[in-house]
């Protein structure tokens, strides 16, 4: 299913998506991912989405200075059918972040009142512990509406934070229910003080149709590459966390291993930032400007062409919940390449799919890919297990869950009710 083939959604709770991620015409790549998961849902249940847009009044001086960044959203913007509202709210530019939370709920207050008078918030979803989720605690307070906070791998990087982890905790405590969409996210929102009963894990899925393996000669063709060359690619954010600077610092040594090895590098500037005028640089300097692609930010119906065309698909990246696109290489029949953090061993979880390496350990992740590139790799079972890791078992289990906290909602509201009289 394509987001413009959405069906309507049959009755059902309306449920409302609370993130500060989410694309629009002016940020299109921006949590593409939530999108994913949450259009699928609104498939089956009526869903709007407030997606609330850090904001103070001098940004737009920064921004002379810093191009691209905060770049902002329009306050509405229909997609796909669904309603999506981008009120914005007071966040300062690196000082007093434990507010964040506080100023997104007050931000966002005004649209979701709305909302809820129109009959159209029965549960609040959001997206990130912090600060969404802290925005969605204190919203489902004032509005008596049940919390559902999904995390999704910022939450260690924040429970690490002397000032953060409070309001993490106190986040997660308060909602009806936390979903993780890993085991290592579920152990920390246990760690935090979460009932076991109140956190599950629903992973991230994938779109079988869009992500199907091209021919690999015309997949080449069309990008320019050598048809024996061994190929490399890379899809994210380009930020310092997913790591394509600790790829790139490998090549000189892997190209005296795999000569010809190209890497192609997929994606551009994120909310957490623009290093490729650094990587275009460390590339000059390595003397590696034949050997790496920058191929940009491409629509989600084109990744597939570069992931087509290479035969290992690697990301050093620092810290992931689930990545998505681990799935989306796998359905195109790749081998994968990665870091032992967050969620990554959950979805590379057998050998015959690829390899974990441990964070900060060049010479083993060097290893590896060389491996990789030189190992025969049985390309029908790689694909088998994206099939297994198809979106709809995980939309089934989210529409029961928001079904449930609704009549569990409306049952104890019920219940208030006959006590009053």
Not at 48 to 71: K, Y
Not at 320 to 337: D, H, I, Q, S, T
Request: proline letters at 9%; charged letters at 20%; aromatic letters at 6%.
């Amino acid at each position: 299913m394509t987001l413009a083939q959405t069906p309507p959604a049959a009755a059902g709770p309306h449920i409302v998506v609370l993130s500060s991620l989410f694309p629009s015409r002016v940020q299109p790549g921006a949590g593409l991912f939530i999108r994913e998961r949450m259009f699928r849902v609104g498939a089956q249940l009526p869903l709007a989405v407030v997606a609330p847009t850090p904001w103070f009044p001098l940004q737009g001086l920064l921004r002379r200075a810093r191009p691209g960044w905060r770049p902002g959203a329009p306050r509405h913007e229909p997609q796909a059918g669904f309603e999506v509202w981008y009120p914005r709210f007071l966040s300062f530019p690196g000082a007093l972040k434990s507010l964040d939370g506080v100023f997104m709920a007050l931000g966002a207050l005004p649209r979701l009142w709305r909302l809820k008078r129109a009959g159209r918030l029965d549960v609040l979803d959001a997206h990130f512990g912090f600060p969404d989720g802290d925005a969605a605690a204190r919203l489902g307070r004032w509005l008596r509406v049940p919390v559902t906070v999904t995390l999704r791998g910022t939450e260690p990087r924040h429970a690490q934070d002397a000032r953060l982890r409070p309001r993490l905790a106190q986040a997660l405590r308060g909602a009806a229910r936390v979903i993780a969409v890993s085991q290592s996210l579920r152990r920390l929102a246990l760690e935090l003080g979460v009932a076991p009963e109140r956190a599950q894990v629903v992973g991230n899925g994938v779109d079988l149709q869009r992500f199907q393996p091209l021919p690999r000669a015309q997949a080449r063709q069309a990008l320019g590459l050598p048809p024996d060359a061994p190929v490399l690619v890379g899809v994210g954010g380009l930020v310092e966390r997913k790591g394509f600077h600790r790829v790139i610092a490998l090549l000189p040594a892997l190209r005296e291993r795999c000569p010809g090895l190209r890497y192609l590098i997929v994606g551009g500037p994120g909310p957490e930032g623009d290093l490729e005028a650094e990587l275009r640089r460390q590339v000059a300097a390595l003397g590696l400007a034949d050997a790496v692609h920058f191929l940009g930010p491409l629509p989600p119906d084109r990744v597939r062409e570069p992931l087509s065309a290479a035969d290992v698909f690697v990301l050093a990246t620092r810290n992931e919940g689930w990545a998505n696109v681990f799935l989306e290489a796998m359905a195109c029949g790749l081998p994968v390449v990665t870091t032992d953090v967050g969620g990554n061993a959950e979805v590379v979880c057998r050998p015959e799919l690829g390899t974990v390496v441990p964070f900060g350990d060049a010479a083993r992740l060097q290893d590896a890919i060389a491996q990789a590139l030189s190992k025969p790799w049985d390309a029908a079972a790689i694909r088998h297990h994206a099939e297994a890791n198809t979106w709809d078992g995980r939309v089934e289990e989210l529409v029961a869950l928001f079904r449930t906290l609704h009549l569990q909602a409306a049952a104890a509201h019920g219940g208030a009710r006959v006590a009053l009289r």
